[in-house]
Protein backbone atom coordinates (compact mmCIF):
# COMPACT_ATOMS: atom_id res chain seq x y z
CA UNK A 1 0.00 0.00 0.00
CA UNK A 2 0.93 3.43 -0.85
CA UNK A 3 -0.03 6.63 -0.42
CA UNK A 4 -0.68 9.81 -2.67
CA UNK A 5 -2.06 13.04 -0.79
CA UNK A 6 -4.93 11.51 0.90
CA UNK A 7 -5.87 8.45 -1.70
CA UNK A 8 -4.02 5.75 -1.20
CA UNK A 9 -2.95 2.87 -4.14
CA UNK A 10 -6.59 1.42 -3.67
CA UNK A 11 -7.23 4.40 -4.62
CA UNK A 12 -5.67 4.47 -7.95
CA UNK A 13 -6.06 0.53 -8.40
CA UNK A 14 -10.04 1.03 -8.31
CA UNK A 15 -9.97 4.06 -10.99
CA UNK A 16 -7.80 1.72 -13.17
CA UNK A 17 -4.75 1.85 -12.11
CA UNK A 18 -4.97 -2.05 -10.91
CA UNK A 19 -1.77 -2.14 -9.03
CA UNK A 20 0.11 -1.29 -12.67
CA UNK A 21 2.17 1.46 -11.26
CA UNK A 22 4.10 -0.92 -8.96
CA UNK A 23 4.71 -3.40 -11.72
CA UNK A 24 7.27 -0.40 -12.90
CA UNK A 25 10.92 -0.85 -12.91
CA UNK A 26 12.25 2.33 -13.91
CA UNK A 27 13.53 0.91 -17.32
CA UNK A 28 12.23 4.46 -18.51
CA UNK A 29 11.08 2.86 -21.95
CA UNK A 30 8.10 5.33 -21.72
CA UNK A 31 10.61 8.55 -21.21
CA UNK A 32 12.27 8.19 -24.44
CA UNK A 33 9.84 8.94 -27.51
CA UNK A 34 7.18 11.07 -25.28
CA UNK A 35 6.22 13.84 -26.64
CA UNK A 36 5.33 15.34 -23.78
CA UNK A 37 8.76 14.77 -21.58
CA UNK A 38 10.42 15.86 -25.15
CA UNK A 39 8.66 19.23 -25.36
CA UNK A 40 8.10 20.15 -21.93
CA UNK A 41 10.50 21.00 -18.67
CA UNK A 42 8.64 18.91 -15.84
CA UNK A 43 7.25 15.82 -17.37
CA UNK A 44 8.58 12.43 -16.76
CA UNK A 45 6.57 9.26 -16.62
CA UNK A 46 9.46 7.15 -15.12
CA UNK A 47 9.80 9.70 -12.27
CA UNK A 48 5.56 10.06 -12.09
CA UNK A 49 5.58 6.15 -11.47
CA UNK A 50 8.52 6.03 -8.82
CA UNK A 51 6.81 9.03 -6.78
CA UNK A 52 3.96 6.60 -6.81
CA UNK A 53 5.05 3.87 -6.23
CA UNK A 54 7.35 5.38 -2.90
CA UNK A 55 4.38 7.10 -1.62
CA UNK A 56 5.41 11.06 -2.85
CA UNK A 57 3.28 12.06 -5.11
CA UNK A 58 0.90 14.47 -3.34
CA UNK A 59 2.13 17.36 -5.81
CA UNK A 60 0.77 15.12 -8.74
CA UNK A 61 -2.74 15.90 -7.66
CA UNK A 62 -1.85 19.35 -7.12
CA UNK A 63 -2.94 22.29 -8.89
CA UNK A 64 0.55 22.59 -10.88
CA UNK A 65 0.69 18.80 -11.38
CA UNK A 66 2.64 17.82 -14.42
CA UNK A 67 0.15 14.96 -14.90
CA UNK A 68 -2.04 17.62 -17.21
CA UNK A 69 0.84 18.01 -20.16
CA UNK A 70 0.56 14.10 -21.25
CA UNK A 71 -0.83 14.33 -24.69
CA UNK A 72 -2.79 10.68 -24.05
CA UNK A 73 -0.94 9.28 -27.58
CA UNK A 74 -0.43 5.50 -25.82
CA UNK A 75 3.38 5.25 -26.95
CA UNK A 76 4.30 4.39 -23.55
CA UNK A 77 1.29 2.44 -23.13
CA UNK A 78 2.31 -0.08 -26.44
CA UNK A 79 5.96 -0.01 -24.98
CA UNK A 80 5.78 -0.55 -21.50
CA UNK A 81 7.94 -4.20 -20.94
CA UNK A 82 6.45 -4.74 -17.66
CA UNK A 83 2.55 -4.14 -18.34
CA UNK A 84 1.83 -0.88 -16.59
CA UNK A 85 -0.24 0.59 -18.92
CA UNK A 86 1.60 3.95 -18.55
CA UNK A 87 -1.20 6.12 -19.29
CA UNK A 88 -3.71 4.51 -17.29
CA UNK A 89 -2.00 5.62 -14.19
CA UNK A 90 -1.57 8.93 -15.45
CA UNK A 91 -5.95 9.11 -15.90
CA UNK A 92 -6.06 7.67 -12.54
CA UNK A 93 -3.58 10.50 -10.97
CA UNK A 94 -6.05 13.24 -13.51
CA UNK A 95 -9.16 11.78 -11.58
CA UNK A 96 -7.71 11.69 -8.05
CA UNK A 97 -6.73 15.02 -9.01
CA UNK A 98 -10.42 16.29 -10.22
CA UNK A 99 -12.03 14.50 -6.88
CA UNK A 100 -9.44 17.32 -5.23
CA UNK A 101 -10.87 20.23 -7.09
CA UNK A 102 -7.25 20.43 -8.75
CA UNK A 103 -7.89 19.81 -12.40
CA UNK A 104 -7.62 22.32 -15.11
CA UNK A 105 -10.81 24.84 -16.06
CA UNK A 106 -11.28 23.11 -19.24
CA UNK A 107 -12.05 19.57 -17.93
CA UNK A 108 -14.57 21.04 -15.58
CA UNK A 109 -16.60 22.75 -18.30
CA UNK A 110 -16.46 19.76 -20.87
CA UNK A 111 -17.50 17.82 -17.95
CA UNK A 112 -20.11 20.11 -17.09
CA UNK A 113 -21.86 20.14 -21.14
CA UNK A 114 -21.81 16.24 -21.15
CA UNK A 115 -23.26 15.85 -18.21
CA UNK A 116 -25.91 18.28 -18.98
CA UNK A 117 -26.46 18.07 -22.78
CA UNK A 118 -24.75 14.42 -23.62
CA UNK A 119 -22.46 16.74 -25.93
CA UNK A 120 -19.06 18.06 -25.04
CA UNK A 121 -19.90 21.38 -26.98
CA UNK A 122 -23.28 21.94 -27.85
CA UNK A 123 -24.19 22.58 -31.70
CA UNK A 124 -24.49 25.98 -32.66
CA UNK A 125 -26.92 27.25 -34.66
CA UNK A 126 -24.12 27.85 -37.38
CA UNK A 127 -23.64 23.69 -36.63
CA UNK A 128 -27.15 23.05 -36.81
CA UNK A 129 -27.64 24.95 -40.47
CA UNK A 130 -24.69 23.10 -41.96
CA UNK A 131 -26.39 20.00 -40.69
CA UNK A 132 -29.32 20.76 -42.81
CA UNK A 133 -27.32 22.11 -45.82
CA UNK A 134 -25.47 18.48 -45.71
CA UNK A 135 -28.70 16.70 -45.73
CA UNK A 136 -27.78 14.91 -41.96
CA UNK A 137 -30.66 14.42 -39.39
CA UNK A 138 -30.84 16.36 -36.04
CA UNK A 139 -29.11 14.90 -33.12
CA UNK A 140 -31.01 13.72 -30.00
CA UNK A 141 -28.71 12.65 -27.26
CA UNK A 142 -29.75 12.13 -23.64
CA UNK A 143 -31.55 14.59 -21.20
CA UNK A 144 -30.12 15.55 -17.78
CA UNK A 145 -31.85 13.18 -15.99
CA UNK A 146 -30.95 10.23 -17.94
CA UNK A 147 -27.54 10.85 -18.14
CA UNK A 148 -27.72 11.01 -13.91
CA UNK A 149 -29.01 7.76 -14.27
CA UNK A 150 -26.19 6.51 -15.90
CA UNK A 151 -23.77 8.16 -14.23
CA UNK A 152 -22.17 8.42 -10.95
CA UNK A 153 -20.82 6.61 -8.22
CA UNK A 154 -24.56 5.96 -6.69
CA UNK B 1 -16.99 10.71 -44.98
CA UNK B 2 -20.53 9.88 -46.05
CA UNK B 3 -19.91 10.88 -49.50
CA UNK B 4 -16.75 9.13 -49.98
CA UNK B 5 -18.14 5.91 -48.22
CA UNK B 6 -21.69 6.50 -50.17
CA UNK B 7 -19.68 6.71 -53.71
CA UNK B 8 -18.22 3.34 -53.35
CA UNK B 9 -21.33 1.90 -52.34
CA UNK B 10 -20.85 1.38 -48.31
CA UNK B 11 -24.11 2.14 -46.68
CA UNK B 12 -24.05 4.33 -43.60
CA UNK B 13 -27.44 5.12 -41.42
CA UNK B 14 -26.76 7.83 -38.96
CA UNK B 15 -27.00 6.86 -35.70
CA UNK B 16 -29.27 10.25 -33.81
CA UNK B 17 -28.82 9.14 -30.31
CA UNK B 18 -25.43 9.26 -29.90
CA UNK B 19 -23.93 11.42 -27.06
CA UNK B 20 -20.43 12.19 -27.08
CA UNK B 21 -18.10 8.87 -27.23
CA UNK B 22 -16.90 10.76 -24.46
CA UNK B 23 -13.74 11.96 -25.28
CA UNK B 24 -10.66 9.75 -24.09
CA UNK B 25 -8.55 12.93 -23.09
CA UNK B 26 -10.61 15.38 -21.48
CA UNK B 27 -14.01 13.55 -20.07
CA UNK B 28 -12.32 10.66 -19.00
CA UNK B 29 -9.50 12.74 -16.95
CA UNK B 30 -12.69 13.87 -14.97
CA UNK B 31 -13.92 10.44 -14.20
CA UNK B 32 -13.14 6.79 -15.70
CA UNK B 33 -16.24 5.71 -14.56
CA UNK B 34 -18.65 8.06 -15.84
CA UNK B 35 -16.40 7.71 -19.62
CA UNK B 36 -17.08 4.14 -19.19
CA UNK B 37 -20.95 4.23 -18.47
CA UNK B 38 -21.40 6.73 -21.27
CA UNK B 39 -19.16 4.68 -23.71
CA UNK B 40 -21.06 1.45 -22.69
CA UNK B 41 -24.61 3.14 -23.41
CA UNK B 42 -23.59 4.32 -27.20
CA UNK B 43 -21.93 0.93 -27.80
CA UNK B 44 -25.41 -0.74 -26.97
CA UNK B 45 -27.81 1.57 -29.02
CA UNK B 46 -28.33 -0.72 -32.34
CA UNK B 47 -27.29 -4.29 -30.67
CA UNK B 48 -23.94 -5.68 -33.10
CA UNK B 49 -24.51 -3.33 -35.93
CA UNK B 50 -20.69 -2.46 -36.36
CA UNK B 51 -20.13 1.39 -35.63
CA UNK B 52 -18.03 3.40 -37.94
CA UNK B 53 -16.81 6.60 -36.97
CA UNK B 54 -15.27 10.15 -38.63
CA UNK B 55 -12.57 10.48 -35.70
CA UNK B 56 -10.29 8.18 -34.45
CA UNK B 57 -10.53 9.65 -30.99
CA UNK B 58 -14.18 8.09 -30.77
CA UNK B 59 -13.62 5.13 -32.25
CA UNK B 60 -10.19 4.31 -29.91
CA UNK B 61 -12.32 5.80 -26.96
CA UNK B 62 -15.32 3.20 -27.80
CA UNK B 63 -12.72 0.21 -28.78
CA UNK B 64 -11.14 0.66 -25.26
CA UNK B 65 -14.59 0.48 -23.40
CA UNK B 66 -15.41 -2.32 -25.82
CA UNK B 67 -12.12 -4.32 -24.73
CA UNK B 68 -12.48 -3.46 -21.34
CA UNK B 69 -16.30 -4.74 -20.88
CA UNK B 70 -14.86 -7.88 -22.82
CA UNK B 71 -11.87 -8.51 -20.51
CA UNK B 72 -13.24 -7.42 -16.70
CA UNK B 73 -16.93 -8.85 -15.62
CA UNK B 74 -16.79 -6.12 -12.40
CA UNK B 75 -16.82 -3.32 -14.90
CA UNK B 76 -19.11 -5.42 -17.06
CA UNK B 77 -22.11 -5.65 -14.13
CA UNK B 78 -21.55 -2.82 -13.13
CA UNK B 79 -22.25 -0.85 -16.98
CA UNK B 80 -25.21 -3.35 -17.54
CA UNK B 81 -26.93 -2.76 -14.97
CA UNK B 82 -26.47 1.19 -15.18
CA UNK B 83 -27.79 0.56 -19.25
CA UNK B 84 -30.32 -1.37 -17.42
CA UNK B 85 -32.10 2.10 -16.03
CA UNK B 86 -32.44 2.84 -18.92
CA UNK B 87 -34.12 0.05 -20.58
CA UNK B 88 -30.87 -0.91 -22.54
CA UNK B 89 -29.09 -4.36 -22.33
CA UNK B 90 -25.25 -4.21 -22.88
CA UNK B 91 -24.21 -4.49 -26.68
CA UNK B 92 -20.50 -4.61 -27.42
CA UNK B 93 -19.89 -4.23 -31.69
CA UNK B 94 -16.88 -3.83 -33.52
CA UNK B 95 -16.26 -0.08 -33.71
CA UNK B 96 -13.91 1.29 -36.06
CA UNK B 97 -12.46 4.52 -37.85
CA UNK B 98 -13.66 4.90 -41.53
CA UNK B 99 -10.33 4.38 -43.01
CA UNK B 100 -10.42 0.96 -42.06
CA UNK B 101 -13.19 0.43 -44.41
CA UNK B 102 -11.08 2.02 -47.40
CA UNK B 103 -8.52 -0.25 -46.29
CA UNK B 104 -7.59 -3.39 -47.78
CA UNK B 105 -6.42 -4.80 -51.25
CA UNK B 106 -9.92 -5.41 -52.73
CA UNK B 107 -11.24 -2.20 -51.45
CA UNK B 108 -8.08 -0.19 -52.86
CA UNK B 109 -8.78 -1.66 -55.83
CA UNK B 110 -12.70 -0.82 -55.99
CA UNK B 111 -11.29 2.72 -55.22
CA UNK B 112 -8.75 2.77 -57.83
CA UNK B 113 -10.84 1.99 -60.23
CA UNK B 114 -13.25 4.61 -59.64
CA UNK B 115 -10.36 7.54 -59.30
CA UNK B 116 -11.22 9.96 -62.20
CA UNK B 117 -8.73 12.61 -60.97
CA UNK B 118 -5.54 12.06 -59.78
CA UNK B 119 -3.48 14.50 -57.71
CA UNK B 120 -0.40 14.05 -59.83
CA UNK B 121 2.71 16.43 -58.52
CA UNK B 122 1.50 16.67 -54.94
CA UNK B 123 3.78 16.28 -52.63
CA UNK B 124 1.46 15.88 -49.32
CA UNK B 125 2.75 14.84 -45.32
CA UNK B 126 0.92 11.98 -44.36
CA UNK B 127 0.12 12.49 -40.32
CA UNK B 128 -1.19 9.58 -38.36
CA UNK B 129 -3.19 10.71 -35.28
CA UNK B 130 -2.01 8.86 -32.02
CA UNK B 131 -5.64 7.04 -31.48
CA UNK B 132 -6.39 6.01 -35.10
CA UNK B 133 -4.25 2.64 -34.57
CA UNK B 134 -4.07 2.63 -30.42
CA UNK B 135 -4.21 1.29 -27.63
CA UNK B 136 -3.63 -1.77 -30.32
CA UNK B 137 -5.05 -4.20 -27.85
CA UNK B 138 -8.30 -2.85 -28.49
CA UNK B 139 -8.02 -1.12 -31.54
CA UNK B 140 -6.46 -3.74 -33.41
CA UNK B 141 -6.20 -1.96 -36.87
CA UNK B 142 -2.56 -1.19 -39.12
CA UNK B 143 0.56 -0.71 -37.26
CA UNK B 144 0.89 0.95 -34.21
CA UNK B 145 4.49 2.29 -34.29
CA UNK B 146 4.52 2.68 -38.31
CA UNK B 147 0.65 2.52 -39.78
CA UNK B 148 0.75 3.04 -43.67
CA UNK B 149 -3.18 3.27 -44.50
CA UNK B 150 -2.70 6.82 -45.05
CA UNK B 151 0.12 6.54 -47.30
CA UNK B 152 -1.40 4.22 -49.19
CA UNK B 153 -4.17 6.02 -49.65
CA UNK B 154 -2.97 9.24 -50.92
CA UNK B 155 -0.39 7.12 -53.06
CA UNK B 156 -3.53 5.92 -54.60
CA UNK B 157 -4.43 9.22 -55.16
CA UNK B 158 -1.84 10.27 -57.15
CA UNK B 159 -0.36 12.09 -54.78
CA UNK B 160 3.31 11.64 -53.36
CA UNK B 161 3.94 10.96 -49.41
CA UNK B 162 7.29 12.17 -48.61
CA UNK B 163 9.42 11.06 -45.42
CA UNK B 164 9.37 13.57 -43.22
CA UNK B 165 11.24 13.63 -39.42
CA UNK B 166 9.21 12.99 -36.65
CA UNK B 167 6.13 11.68 -38.64
CA UNK B 168 4.42 9.57 -35.92
CA UNK B 169 4.97 12.29 -33.92
CA UNK B 170 1.71 13.18 -31.89
CA UNK B 171 0.19 16.75 -33.49
CA UNK B 172 0.71 18.26 -29.73
CA UNK B 173 -3.22 19.05 -29.64
CA UNK B 174 -4.52 16.78 -26.66
CA UNK B 175 -2.14 18.19 -24.50
CA UNK B 176 -3.88 20.08 -21.97
CA UNK B 177 -0.94 22.60 -21.45
CA UNK B 178 -0.64 25.23 -24.07
CA UNK B 179 3.21 25.49 -24.48
CA UNK B 180 3.33 21.82 -24.84
CA UNK B 181 1.18 21.84 -27.93
CA UNK B 182 2.29 24.50 -29.34
CA UNK B 183 5.91 23.34 -29.07
CA UNK B 184 5.10 20.04 -30.46
CA UNK B 185 2.95 21.52 -33.50
CA UNK B 186 5.96 23.64 -34.49
CA UNK B 187 7.54 21.20 -34.46
CA UNK B 188 5.60 18.59 -36.62
CA UNK B 189 5.06 21.71 -39.01
CA UNK B 190 9.41 22.78 -39.30
CA UNK B 191 9.45 19.29 -39.99
CA UNK B 192 6.86 18.98 -42.72
CA UNK B 193 7.91 22.42 -44.53
CA UNK B 194 11.74 20.87 -44.30
CA UNK B 195 10.51 17.28 -46.19
CA UNK B 196 9.38 19.94 -49.25
CA UNK B 197 5.57 19.25 -48.27
CA UNK B 198 2.62 21.16 -50.02
CA UNK B 199 0.23 19.99 -47.67
CA UNK B 200 -1.12 18.12 -44.79
CA UNK B 201 -3.55 15.04 -45.34
CA UNK B 202 -4.91 13.75 -41.98
CA UNK B 203 -8.25 11.77 -41.00
CA UNK B 204 -8.76 13.60 -37.25
CA UNK B 205 -10.93 16.41 -36.18
CA UNK B 206 -8.36 17.18 -33.53
CA UNK B 207 -5.09 16.93 -35.70
CA UNK B 208 -6.83 18.91 -38.18
CA UNK B 209 -7.83 21.84 -35.46
CA UNK B 210 -4.47 21.54 -34.55
CA UNK B 211 -3.17 22.43 -38.29
CA UNK B 212 -5.46 24.65 -39.23
CA UNK B 213 -6.29 26.53 -36.52
CA UNK B 214 -3.05 26.10 -34.58
CA UNK B 215 -1.22 26.89 -37.95
CA UNK B 216 -2.93 30.47 -37.88
CA UNK B 217 -2.52 30.96 -34.09
CA UNK B 218 1.13 29.83 -34.15
CA UNK B 219 1.91 32.58 -36.89
CA UNK B 220 0.03 35.19 -34.79
CA UNK B 221 1.90 34.57 -31.94
CA UNK B 222 5.29 33.99 -33.26
CA UNK B 223 5.39 35.55 -36.60
CA UNK B 224 6.47 31.87 -38.22
CA UNK B 225 4.36 31.43 -41.38
CA UNK B 226 4.13 27.99 -42.55
CA UNK B 227 1.69 28.01 -45.12
CA UNK B 228 0.50 24.14 -45.37
CA UNK B 229 -3.42 23.65 -46.44
CA UNK B 230 -4.76 20.96 -44.37
CA UNK B 231 -6.84 18.18 -46.02
CA UNK B 232 -9.33 15.87 -44.64
CA UNK B 233 -8.17 12.51 -46.47
CA UNK B 234 -12.11 11.68 -47.04
CA UNK B 235 -12.10 15.60 -49.28
CA UNK B 236 -9.25 14.03 -51.29
CA UNK B 237 -10.81 11.02 -51.57
CA UNK B 238 -14.06 12.72 -52.53
CA UNK B 239 -12.59 14.88 -55.04
CA UNK B 240 -10.59 11.67 -56.95
CA UNK B 241 -13.68 10.04 -57.25
CA UNK B 242 -15.62 13.22 -58.92
CA UNK B 243 -17.07 15.21 -56.26
CA UNK B 244 -16.30 18.87 -56.72
CA UNK B 245 -13.93 20.79 -55.10
CA UNK B 246 -16.81 23.67 -54.20
CA UNK B 247 -18.48 21.13 -52.44
CA UNK B 248 -16.02 19.95 -50.13
CA UNK B 249 -16.17 23.06 -47.64
CA UNK B 250 -12.50 24.19 -48.44
CA UNK B 251 -13.98 27.74 -47.88
CA UNK B 252 -14.05 27.08 -43.92
CA UNK B 253 -10.48 26.10 -43.52
CA UNK B 254 -7.98 28.71 -41.98
CA UNK B 255 -5.63 28.02 -44.06
CA UNK B 256 -5.97 28.47 -47.93
CA UNK B 257 -5.96 25.76 -50.69
CA UNK B 258 -5.66 28.13 -53.41
CA UNK B 259 -2.70 27.10 -55.20
CA UNK B 260 -2.68 23.75 -54.73
CA UNK B 261 -1.70 20.95 -57.74
CA UNK B 262 -5.13 19.25 -58.29
CA UNK B 263 -7.12 21.87 -56.08
CA UNK B 264 -9.34 24.25 -57.67
Excluded at chain 2, 46 to 57: F, N, Q, R, Y
Excluded at chain 2, 207 to 234: I, M
Amino acid sequence: MYTIGGSTSKDIDAIGGRELARLCYSCGICVGDCPAARFSDDFNPRQIFLKVCLGIGEDLIGEASPVWKCTTCYTCYERCPAGVKPLDVIIALRNLSFREGNSPENVNKIRRSVLATGLAGALTQRAVGLREKMGLPGTEPLDEKELGLLTGDE
Amino acid sequence: MRRALERLGIAVEEETRFTCCPDPVVFRSASRADWLALAARNLSLDGETPIVTLCPGCASSLSEARHILSEDAGARDDAAARLEKLGLSLSLPRVSHFLELLSGEKRMQEIGAGVNRKFEGLKVACHYGCHLTRPSDAVDFDDPEKPRCLDDLVTLLGAESLPYEDKYLCCGRPSLDEGTSAAILERKLSAMKEAGAQAIVLACPFCFEQFDVGQTVLARKTGKEFGLPVFYLSQLLCMALGAAGSDMGLGMHKVKTGGIPGIE
